[in-house]
């Protein structure tokens, strides 16, 4: 596709449910990344792919998040038994290769509210 | 770990003035790349001006200008002719220049009023 693609665009779920969130990156980018946004910060990382394997793992809080990309290409970040402090923005990123200085590219990421 | 710091909360600026949004980091790396990324309420990040480490010369993108401090550890970004348009929050983020050092770590971000 012509940008990153991101679905849903807002999720509404209660405590306790399980969420899973949709990342389509530009096509032919290798690169993938999960970042979150609470209110009012910037984003942190969560999570960096490359290819089908996660190559960064270092910024998931804990184990009821986790997030995979099979095919290499569309990923999937899931969240077991969310909690209220897990609303934020999710945002992913694709980049080319991965490789350094390269620019990633940001789709307009999921909003999820747990209530 | 590297850290951001933007410690302009909010800063706002007549349409057609300049503007400077600051920006501070600490790293221990000698060789990284420095961005600014807009996100106006759309949520999509955009990237506005680049920066690598090993170039003193700063980086300049039309109306968007960068003032990098190597020393200092600062990196401002000036917004001239400053448009309605440009209004959106800023981030400064950091990536370390290793091979596979991918993350970029943001700053707490600068909401950009413009006044018409």
């Known amino acids: 596709g012509a940008g990153v693609s991101q679905t849903p665009s807002n999720k509404v779920t209660e405590k306790g449910k399980y969420v899973e969130l949709r990342c389509d990156p530009i096509s032919g980018h290798t690169a993938l990344y999960w970042y979150r946004q609470s209110l009012g910060q910037g984003p942190e990382f969560l999570i960096y792919?490359?290819?089908?394997?996660?190559?960064?793992d270092s910024g998931l809080p804990n184990d009821r998040f986790f997030a995979v990309r099979p095919e290499g290409s569309v990923s999937t970040l899931k969240i077991q038994r969310t909690e209220r402090g897990d609303s934020a923005v999710y945002l992913c990123?694709?980049?080319?290769?991965?490789?350094?200085?390269?620019?990633?590219?940001f789709g307009p990421g999921t909003r999820l509210l747990v209530l | 770990a590297q850290t951001v710091t933007q410690s302009q909360p909010e800063m706002s600026v007549q349409e057609a003035e300049t503007v400077t949004l600051s920006c501070t980091y600490d790293t221990s790396e000698s060789d990284y790349y420095l961005f600014w990324y807009k996100q106006p309420p759309s949520r999509q990040m955009i990237l506005v001006i680049r920066q690598e480490a090993y170039k003193q010369q700063n980086a300049t993108e039309n109306r968007f200008s960068v003032n990098f401090q190597k020393a200092a550890k600062s990196f401002s970004l000036k917004i001239s002719d400053s448009q309605l348009g440009d209004a959106a929050m800023y981030f400064c983020?950091?990536?370390?220049?290793?091979?596979?050092?991918?993350?970029?770590?943001f700053g707490a971000g600068t909401i950009l009023r413009v006044k018409s």
């Open positions: 983020a950091y990536r370390s220049a290793q091979l596979y050092g991918n993350k970029l770590v």
């Open positions: 990123a694709s980049s080319s290769t991965g490789t350094r200085g390269e620019t990633q590219y």
């Open positions: 792919f490359q290819g089908t394997g996660a190559a960064d």
